[in-house]
T-cell receptor
Framework: NAGVTQTPKFRILKIGQSMTLQCAQD?????MYWYRQDPGMGLKLIYY???????DKGEVPNGYNVSRSTTEYFPLRLELAAPSQTSVYFC?????????????FGNGTRLTVT | AQKITQTQPGMFVQEKEAVTLDCTYD???????LFWYKQPSSGEMIFLIY??????QNATEGRYSLNFQKARKSANLVISASQLGDSAMYFC???????????FGKGTRLHILP
């Protein structure tokens, strides 16, 4: 009963490096989301996807890219990491049925860029 | 554009007392859903309760209830008989029916005192 799985749990990057944050869900949810959480700032939406092959920008997409080739996976790519991208990143998914479908979250990836 | 405002950065409450966490929202849409999530110190995000804009009754889930005042655009979370395990960050979130984005407030950190 895995739900939403994020890897890695922790990562330290040097400025300018790139990495991919992995997110997988086994609930056959079409809707997937990436958020970042900065202290005192709540969760900000980076990108989201309503199904395989479809992605859209959220509130803070600059510096990130996503792809959704399958229903299960929704990786988040950081190109040229910057200290401003130091944050905790959450992946989440939900069913498409009804306004009341809540988000199911992964456990997060804590990223530090130095 | 939609907006969620949580004006209480932190609250201290004595154990066994009831506590109200404030959430106001802004949208011009008529059909929307409001969610509350809990984030303990371990970091995971836990869905607590949902309120739909057309729901005639306030939502309840165990010790959690939602004080929904549509005209005032507020959806306050009420926790009855607070417990030490209620100490956590609490986030209010919203999705409007015609959109797939889910936006969050900045959160309120609740401390339950023994």
């Amino acid at each position: 009963n895995a739900g939403v799985t994020q890897t890695p749990k922790f990562r330290i990057l040097k400025i300018g490096q790139s990495m991919t944050l992995q997110c997988a869900q086994d609930m056959n949810h079409n809707y997937m989301y990436w958020y970042r959480q900065d202290p005192g700032m709540g969760l900000k939406l980076i990108y989201y996807s309503v199904g395989a092959g479809i992605t859209d920008k959220g509130e803070v997409p600059n510096g990130y890219n996503v792809s959704r080739s399958t229903t299960e996976y929704f990786p988040l790519r950081l190109e040229l990491a910057a200290p401003s991208q130091t944050s905790v990143y959450f992946c989440a998914s939900r069913t498409e049925q009804g306004l009341n479908s809540p988000l199911h979250f992964g456990n997060g990836t804590r990223l530090t860029v130095t | 554009a939609q907006k969620i405002t949580q004006t209480q950065p932190g609250m201290f409450v004595q154990e066994k007392e009831a506590v109200t966490l404030d959430c106001t929202y802004d949208t011009s849409d008529q059909s929307y859903g409001l969610f509350w999530y809990k984030q303990p110190s371990s970091g995971e995000m836990i869905f607590l309760i949902y309120q739909g804009s057309y729901d005639e009754q306030n939502a309840t889930e165990g010790r959690y209830s939602l004080n929904f005042q549509k005209a005032r655009k507020s959806a306050n979370l009420v926790i009855s008989a607070s417990q030490l395990g209620d100490s956590a960050m609490y986030f209010c979130a919203m999705r409007v029916d015609r959109d797939d984005k889910i936006i969050f407030g900045k959160g309120t950190r609740l401390h339950i005192l023994p």
